[in-house]
């Protein structure tokens, strides 16, 4: 959708030769297969509805934070107007946040047969932040991680990414920095990547230092509602807390 070349190292499917867009074909395939697994191994159980449902819930749901992701940040047309931190929460919470925090553990309390709906409320009011803060994290390590420990150079700039770095920038930019981010951002051209780099590092800005702030933040924030949860009554604190603690300050 976004013209992608490579993923995780390899090249994207469609890229490779002799499947183009029965790529699209192949993603229908992937979905539907999720369908038939549930009702191999599920269809018995009296939880299976809600499974489907989940599921259901959860593609339709990541589906919308794409859409806003494309119309926000298309790789060939670039418009920081439309860019602002509201949109990047948007983006970030329906595209990653509901499918990487939230649909596992609601999976989870749904097979052990957990039927209190103000849990499930609990739950997604922490996985949901919980899931921000990890993308957050991704925008930041794509500019200032190590491409040796993340296993990939960042592309974010280049790319003309709706990110939590480009935001920040905005929010805090003189007349003069934004006329530089205007300019620069999105072209795929180093010598324009290392200006947007200079007008996030600048002293007003200075995204790393923010994203700092907002991590500890993040972190005390997440384990409030994590201490809120009632001792007893069908999930446990610690199951969020080990969530917590593999995302908090993590470099890859």
């Given at each position: 959708m976004?013209?992608?070349?490579?993923?995780?190292?390899?090249?994207?499917w469609?890229?490779?030769?002799g499947?183009?867009?029965i790529?699209?074909?192949?993603?229908?395939?992937?979905?539907?297969?999720?369908y038939?697994?549930?009702?191999?191994?599920f269809?018995?159980?009296p939880?299976?509805g809600?499974?489907?449902?989940?599921?259901?819930?959860t593609?339709?749901q990541t589906?919308?934070?794409?859409?806003?992701?494309?119309?926000?940040?298309?790789e060939?047309?670039?418009?920081?107007?439309?860019?602002?931190?509201?949109?990047?929460?948007?983006?970030?919470v329906y595209?990653t946040a509901f499918?990487s925090?939230?649909?596992p553990?609601?999976?989870a309390?749904?097979?052990?047969?957990?039927?209190?709906?103000?849990?499930?409320?609990?739950?997604?009011?922490?996985?949901?932040?919980l899931?921000?803060?990890?993308?957050?994290?991704?925008d930041?390590?794509?500019?200032y991680?190590?491409?040796?420990?993340?296993?990939?150079?960042?592309?974010?700039?280049?790319?003309?990414?709706?990110?939590?770095n480009?935001?920040?920038?905005l929010e805090?930019?003189?007349a003069?920095?934004?006329?530089?981010?205007?300019?620069?951002?999105?072209?795929?051209?180093?010598?324009c990547?290392?200006?947007?780099?200079?007008?996030?590092?600048?002293?007003?800005?200075?995204?790393?230092g923010?994203?700092?702030k907002?991590?500890a933040?993040?972190?005390?924030?997440i384990?409030g509602l994590?201490?809120?949860l009632?001792?007893?009554?069908g999930?446990?604190?610690q199951?969020?807390?080990e969530?917590?603690?593999?995302?908090?300050?993590?470099?890859?």
């Amino acid at each position: 959708m976004d013209q992608s070349v490579t993923r995780r190292g390899q090249p994207c499917w469609y890229r490779v030769e002799g499947v183009g867009n029965i790529a699209i074909n192949d993603a229908f395939m992937l979905e539907a297969a999720i369908y038939h697994l549930l009702k191999v191994h599920f269809r018995s159980e009296p939880y299976y509805g809600y499974l489907i449902e989940l599921f259901h819930d959860t593609t339709f749901q990541t589906e919308m934070g794409q859409l806003v992701d494309l119309i926000t940040a298309p790789e060939d047309h670039v418009d920081l107007s439309k860019f602002s931190l509201n949109k990047h929460h948007l983006i970030v919470v329906y595209k990653t946040a509901f499918y990487s925090f939230y649909l596992p553990v609601a999976l989870a309390m749904r097979m052990v047969g957990v039927s209190d709906e103000k849990l499930y409320k609990q739950a997604l009011d922490i996985l949901l932040p919980l899931g921000e803060y990890f993308q957050v994290q991704d925008d930041y390590l794509d500019c200032y991680g190590s491409p040796e420990v993340i296993g990939k150079i960042g592309t974010d700039i280049l790319d003309n990414k709706c990110s939590w770095n480009i935001n920040v920038a905005l929010e805090h930019a003189t007349a003069e920095q934004r006329k530089t981010l205007d300019e620069n951002y999105g072209k795929k051209d180093a010598a324009c990547e290392q200006k947007v780099k200079e007008v996030f590092n600048a002293d007003n800005i200075d995204v790393e230092g923010r994203f700092k702030k907002y991590e500890a933040e993040s972190q005390t924030r997440i384990m409030g509602l994590i201490n809120q949860l009632p001792e007893e009554g069908g999930i446990k604190r610690q199951v969020f807390v080990e969530f917590l603690n593999k995302v908090y300050k993590r470099t890859k």
